[in-house]
């Protein structure tokens, strides 16, 4: 038996849909803020604080292995209401996420293994969610774009840069625009004014958004997420590609992305 641990993204309903096609047994922790897999079979909504529970629901269906799927919020510890283990772990959860979103999730990760469960990865059955290394669209990477690769490359792999999370864009060797708390999506938006001064008279597109995981990160349970919203948003905003990690992002929607972003003339490129 598979058990899955759920937050918020549709990579969930991704997973499940495969794994019923593989007919593998697998029950859901629905822990979405609006506990969106509520009428899933075997579903148990539960909150971020029903840490024991949560365990317990797990031995008691003889889960062996767990994936972990999908965002969850940075908890307010003055609403949740905490079951005796999590109060028991709060001071460290607590301290882990002072320190970011890649440090709760590995002591979750940790505090589970010593439960005596398996964690695997969110890709083990859905190996078509993540990109080759390579070009997937017509339009390729230039001279120019591969230098702010290498930019961005440098931004989210340094760990002393607090505040920096797994996106950057960068524009002809600039970074102009660096993720937050907010997300991907809000940060393109964000950046448009930004974008726009960079264009040219011809409209030609400038500039790239890099996603890659940090190296403190779960590869696990914690890999960037980009979806067709992603992809339109840069487009629309004006940016000339989106590069990932080969193997180690997931890409929704490959299809559709890939399909609008020739119409677009835009890159979809993986490192």
Avoid at 87 to 99: D, F, G, Q, S, W
Wanted: charged share 30%.
């Amino acid at each position: 038996m598979i058990g899955l641990v759920l937050g918020d993204t549709h990579i969930g309903d991704v997973i499940i849909n495969k794994l019923d096609k593989l007919s593998k047994k697998f029950i859901i922790i629905d822990i979405s803020k609006n506990k969106i897999f509520k009428r899933k079979k075997k579903s148990f909504p539960l909150s971020i604080g029903q840490l024991g529970k949560c365990i317990s629901i797990l031995k008691k269906h003889d889960c062996k292995e767990v994936i972990f799927a999908g965002r969850v919020a940075k908890p307010n510890f003055k609403k949740i209401k905490f079951d005796f283990k999590a109060i028991y772990h709060l001071p460290k959860i607590i301290k882990e996420t002072k320190k970011g979103d890649a440090y709760i999730i590995n002591f979750i990760t940790r505090l589970f293994k010593n439960e005596g469960f398996k964690i695997v990865s969110q890709t083990k059955f859905n190996n078509e969610i993540v990109l080759n290394k390579g070009t997937c669209t017509h339009l390729k990477p230039n001279k120019v774009d591969l230098k702010d690769i290498t930019i961005g490359k440098k931004i989210i792999y340094d760990l002393k840069k607090k505040g920096v999370a797994q996106g950057v864009i960068v524009i002809n060797n600039k970074v102009i625009s660096t993720e937050n708390k907010k997300g991907t999506d809000s940060m393109i938006n964000e950046s448009k004014l930004k974008i726009l001064r960079y264009k040219t008279k011809s409209k030609e597109r400038k500039g790239i958004l890099i996603k890659l995981p940090k190296p403190n990160q779960d590869l696990r349970t914690d890999l960037p997420t980009i979806g067709f919203k992603t992809v339109k948003n840069c487009i629309k905003v004006g940016l000339r590609g989106i590069v990932v990690k080969g193997k180690y992002n997931i890409f929704l929607d490959q299809y559709k992305c890939i399909k609008l972003a020739n119409r677009k003339k835009f890159f979809i490129h993986a490192i």
